[in-house]
């Protein structure tokens, strides 16, 4: 039988553990990484009567270019093909609420060409907050296979785990040309690595990531940029990212306005005040009876 191994990737609050657990049910235990404090956590799903999946849920992240630890669990598990868990397919989790902040991860991942699929979660809310979505058009933008799912009305998960057995037909095709940051300084990154990803170098250069030490070091030398070009390299990167979402999304999603900000949702969060508050008076005053 096989194994196939999968990433969890996604924003946090996405709903991404909770996608997690669905997948894996009961099967999951939680692990470290090695010398850091944030938790990986594995867990293993039955596919079919032949395949299974191991499932890592990275931490939450909001893009690749790490600022913080949890972003450098992500990278550093994505550029190491010689890690255990490398994934033969990332499932990056985004919900439909947020979908255009979503995707900036999901293009980072797809430019990395590992298999990608794109699940997006919270499908209960697309009515109530007026979206649409045209899946077909999506999919066919964004490279990529989507699974429509709400883990909170187990919609959906049959789906993606249909698209991981079947994960070999996922595209590994960009969606970001990533010479376009800066064409020549890019074309002389090629001409030194030839046999190298080229979003994969600069994701080299421009974060703390402490594996392939001797090739950084060498593209250091080579390729040095100051600290503000860099930046500035970055956030073209990230602009170039959002015109191609926006530009994706204007024709990909409908959302009608009036329903943006409903009375529903202002409802639930008194409520959910509310209950929280009668739990911490309850609570208070079960300690003073106490003591
Ligand atoms: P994570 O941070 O990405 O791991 O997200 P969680 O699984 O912890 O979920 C974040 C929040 O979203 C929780 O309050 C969940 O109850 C909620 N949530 C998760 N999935 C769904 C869904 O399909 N629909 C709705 N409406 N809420 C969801
Ligand atoms: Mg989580």
Redesign the pocket.
Known sequence: SETIKVALI??????????FNHLTGLNQQVGNYPGITVDKKVGFSKLNETTRAKIIDLP?TYSLNASSIDENVVIELLLNKNDEDFPDVAVV?T?VENLKRNLLLFTQIKDLEIPTLLVI?????MQLKGIELNIPYLEETLKTKIAL?????NLGIDSIKELIVNYQSLSTEPCLNASSIDPEYFDRLRKAFPNQLLYKLWLVITQDVNFLNLQRKEIENNFTKSHTELKRLQQKETIKRYQFINDTLKIGQKIDKSKASDIQTKLDNILTHKVFGYVIFFGILLLIFQS
């Open positions: 996604g924003n946090p609050n996405v709903g991404k553990t909770s996608v939450g989790v919900e979660n919270m499908s209960d809310r799912v709400s883990s909170r009305k």
